[in-house]
Nanobody, 118 residues
Framework: VQLVESGGGSVQAGGSLRLSCGAS?????MGWFRQAPGKEREGVARIDNSGVTRYADSLEGRFTISKDNSKNTMYLQMNSLKPEDTAMYYC?????????????????WGQGTQVTVS
């Protein structure tokens, strides 16, 4: 399964961005992770094909994950962005179950898209 992210960019604090991740084949569960400079990669959110979502508590409800199963595409709507949201954002996918925080759940990864908030 190949994953391609898009939608990253630079935005001012308080702004919004929407990330997209297209998958080349069916995946049951998909998630977003991010890695800030000098920090470890961390989980952001996950969604499965039933629409069940889970989020990192630290997001405080600012991000929304969604998925278009007909297109094998996942989205991350990010609102009220803060400078601490600056990171490389990675899309990940699993054929079976997945958590929002366990990277080992995901055998498939995208190359990442940079989000910079100033």
């Amino acid at each position: 399964v190949q994953l391609v992210e898009s939608g990253g960019g630079s935005v001012q604090a308080g702004g919004s961005l929407r990330l997209s991740c297209g998958a080349s084949a069916y995946t049951h569960c998909m998630g977003w992770f991010r890695q800030a400079p000098g920090k470890e990669r961390e989980g952001v959110a996950r969604i499965d094909n039933s629409g069940v979502t889970r989020y990192a508590d630290s997001l405080e409800g600012r991000f929304t994950i969604s998925k278009d199963n007909s297109k094998n595409t996942m989205y991350l709507q990010m609102n009220s962005l803060k400078p601490e949201d600056t990171a490389m954002y990675y899309c990940a996918a699993a054929r079976y179950g997945c958590t929002w925080y366990m990277q080992s759940d995901y055998p498939y990864w995208g190359q990442g898209t940079q989000v910079t908030v100033s």
